[in-house]
């Protein structure tokens, strides 16, 4: 069984930083495109980041310059800085991996969630 575990996240005001990270164990063959969303209430979840496996990265434009996403393969983690919050970047924020179970199995998984909450 395979299981993305989430830490990480709080409270902070406006102009701080955060860091997420997100670390898939159980039995995995190999750990592909990672990534991060967000819902916040009321709204659809979004792609916020997202990593390659060879380290290919890319970003909404609303957190280009303030959020890096980053892995370490080695140990099947993915992290997400957010630096210079904003109170629209409030929202429960969720991990996911394409992970291979075997050479031909692949699925998607996600984390348990994150609360991040930005005061003005």
């Known amino acids: 069984q395979v299981r993305l575990l989430e830490s990480g996240g709080g409270l902070v005001q406006a102009g701080g930083s955060l860091r997420l990270s997100c670390i898939a164990s159980?039995?995995?063959?190999?750990?592909?495109?990672m990534g991060w969303y967000r819902q916040a209430p009321g709204n659809q979840r979004e792609l916020v980041a997202s990593?390659?496996?060879?380290?290919?990265?890319n970003y909404i434009d609303s957190v280009k310059g303030r959020y890096t996403i980053s892995r370490d393969n080695a140990k099947n983690t993915v992290y997400l800085q957010m630096n210079n919050l904003k109170p629209e970047d409030t929202a429960v924020y969720y991990c996911?991996?394409?992970?291979?179970?075997?050479?031909?199995?692949?699925?998607?998984?996600w984390g348990q969630g994150s609360q991040v909450t930005v005061s003005s």
């Open positions: 996911n991996a394409d992970i291979n179970l075997s050479w031909y199995v692949v699925h998607a998984y």
């Open positions: 990593v390659t496996v060879g380290g290919t990265t």
């Open positions: 159980g039995s995995i063959f190999r750990v592909n495109a």
